[in-house]
């Protein structure tokens, strides 16, 4: 199997990693990454059979121990964030997984998610009301980023006093997720997790002297009936929401509005749309391309549950096995004119929130969100343009999830 190293801790491949990604997936489809220590697939077949696949799973230690798999021991440095990943959703498989997906899914069922779409309105109105009266300002801070936090937040029941807090806790956390984090990032990512779980631990004792009509109540009360959920396991799963409940919706949209204004006819397509009678219609299949075109999250992990070949590489139970969904979803065997943004693609087969069981149980949120936000900024600022089309942004620097630290725009 060819050897190549991803430059993931690269700027400049953070920043377009596209061009790279088109000559491996045409040249070296499948390739070991001895920095990473893993197989890396390029193609989306190949990522599609993998995510579907039950001899890859999110871990592997329901079935053996870190000797039989032969890991090192624990960093006591994360210990904490490592406690917190061994517990949530994302990184269990069944029966654990089972068990908690059909606790929590509850909250994220068709109707639930779009009878948030009322309340939706009404918060992006409210960020739209003033933003760019002003001059320029960064559509991350002032715009992407409340919203996601804000409905999340409101989902699980944490008071408005709380909530400017989860945004850094969550900044920090993921940097973990990276592959090459360091020390400083181990610390930052502990101390939020110990404070994101005091938070939630005092919550959650709220919640069972006086309960509500939220998610921490449900899931307070689901732990009542018995062993279905411990507290820790309670606590662990609202952290991953809070988490994930925004990451791919921030980095979504300011990725999305990025694409559109660099090439502004497709700006101007969707302002044109903005109050047709379909318009949500229209900006549903927007958001679906725009999420294929520059993937929020474009690698994720598998790891190897039993021996296996994959592509004449021999692997056992531990190895690790990333998926590049950034390539996949720009992969032409899969999709015609793939470097191109058409906002009317359909179908649209693309990667970004996963497939099989550990499929993206908020994709139906963050699809909703995504699609409002991005109508409600045509309809408020139809004429909004890049203040520098030369350097429109600055990346976070993370490339497992990849997203703008600011993107500095103006209204005309």
Not at 109 to 129: D, F, G, M, N
Not at 236 to 246: E, K, R, S, V
């Amino acid at each position: 199997m060819p050897t190549f190293a991803l430059p993931v801790a690269d700027p400049a491949f953070v920043r377009d990693p596209y061009p790279l990604l088109a000559r491996l997936r045409e040249e070296t489809p499948v390739f070991f990454d001895p920095g990473m220590n893993r197989v890396v697939l390029t193609r989306h077949a190949d990522i599609s059979a993998v995510l579907r696949d039950r001899r890859f799973g999110r871990s592997a230690l329901h079935r053996f121990s870190r000797d039989e798999l032969g890991w090192p021991l624990p960093d006591p440095r994360q210990a904490n964030f490592d406690a917190f990943n061994s517990n949530h959703l994302l990184d269990s498989e069944p029966p654990k997984h089972t068990r908690l997906r059909s606790l929590v899914g509850l909250a994220f069922t068709p109707r639930r998610v779009e009878a948030l779409s009322e309340r939706i309105e009404v918060i992006l109105e409210a960020q739209l009301r003033d933003l760019g009266r002003e001059g320029p300002f960064d559509l991350v801070e002032g715009y992407a980023e409340p919203l996601p936090v804000t409905v999340i937040a409101e989902l699980l029941g944490v008071p408005h006093e709380h909530r400017a807090r989860l945004r850094p806790w969550s900044a920090s956390i993921v940097k973990l997720y990276e592959p090459a984090p360091t020390v400083a990032d181990q610390d930052e990512a502990e101390q939020a997790v110990l404070d994101f779980s005091a938070l939630l631990r005092e919550l959650v004792a709220q919640r069972r002297a006086r309960p509500q009509d939220d998610l921490i109540t449900a899931l307070v009360q689901a732990e009542e009936d018995g062993d279905r959920l411990t507290e820790q396991e309670l606590i662990d799963t609202c952290i991953l929401l809070l988490n994930a409940g925004h990451e791919a919706s921030v980095n979504g949209l300011t990725a999305g509005v990025l694409a559109l204004q660099r090439d502004r006819r497709h700006w101007e397509a969707l302002v044109a749309q903005a109050y047709a009678p379909d318009s949500l219609t229209v900006f549903r299949r927007a958001v679906e391309e725009l999420l294929r075109f520059d993937t929020p999250l474009p690698m994720f992990e598998r790891i190897v549950l039993e021996p296996l070949t994959l592509h004449g590489a021999e692997l056992k139970p531990g190895d690790r096995v990333s998926l590049l969904y950034a390539s996949g979803n720009r992969d032409p065997g899969r999709f015609d004119a793939p470097d191109e943004l058409r906002l009317d693609r359909d179908p649209n087969p693309h990667l970004t929130f996963g497939l099989g069981i550990h499929y993206c149980l908020g994709a139906p949120l963050a699809r909703l969100e995504l699609a409002l936000s991005l109508r409600a900024l045509c309809r408020a600022l139809p004429d909004l343009r890049l203040v520098d089309p030369r350097e429109p942004g600055q990346y976070t620097g993370g490339f497992v999830i990849r997203g703008l630290a600011r993107l500095d725009v103006q209204a005309g």
